[in-house]
């Protein structure tokens, strides 16, 4: 037997397993609201896309989504309320954009392929909007409508 390619396959192997199973629970979050709603993202995109237009507003290009992501975390300071508008096209798997309450109960803004509003009343308190998707594949166009009084601010992975 040739050791040095048995050297290689025991180094191929051991790159490849610890991976072989990070997208199975990222995968299980689409229908699991007390998942969603923890503050811990996890995730997985084949590819992403983003281009912010401005703090409050981001078109996003997927495929091979699993999981959940923060998009942004907004701050009200008193009732307010705010507007959501979007546009999501999903081409497979399943995709939705949710609001996660100060109280941890989540608010669906909108799932699948639509195009609409949705306007949401705030209380005083912290909350993030999420992306969630199981498989996904598509594009969303996102932008919320607020006031002096609410607070946005996006997360960046990158700089």
């Keep these: 037997m040739n050791f040095k390619k048995l050297g290689w396959c025991l180094i191929c192997l051991i ?33 992403r896309d983003e281009k912010s237009q401005s703090n409050n507003e981001t078109s996003i290009k997927f495929s091979g989504f699993d999981g959940k992501d923060t998009i942004w975390n907004i701050e009200s300071d008193e009732s307010n309320d705010i507007i959501f508008r979007y546009k999501s096209h999903t081409t497979s798997g399943k995709f939705k954009g949710v609001l996660i309450t100060p109280e941890k109960t989540i608010e669906k803004i909108f799932e699948g392929s639509e195009n609409g ?43």
Excluded at 17 to 23: E, Q, V
Excluded at 119 to 131: D, E, H, P, V
Excluded at 136 to 147: F, P, Q, R, W, Y
């Design 117 to 159: 509003e949705k306007a949401i009343s705030l209380n005083k308190g912290s909350y993030s909007f999420k992306i969630v998707g199981q498989s996904a594949k598509g594009d969303v166009s996102i932008n919320i409508e607020l006031n002096d009084k609410v607070k946005i601010s996006t997360k960046k992975i990158w700089n």
């Design 15 to 47: 790159l490849i397993i610890p991976f072989s199973g990070c997208n199975d629970e990222q995968k299980s979050y689409y229908h699991n609201d007390k998942k969603i709603s923890q503050d811990r993202d996890s995730f997985s995109y084949m590819i």
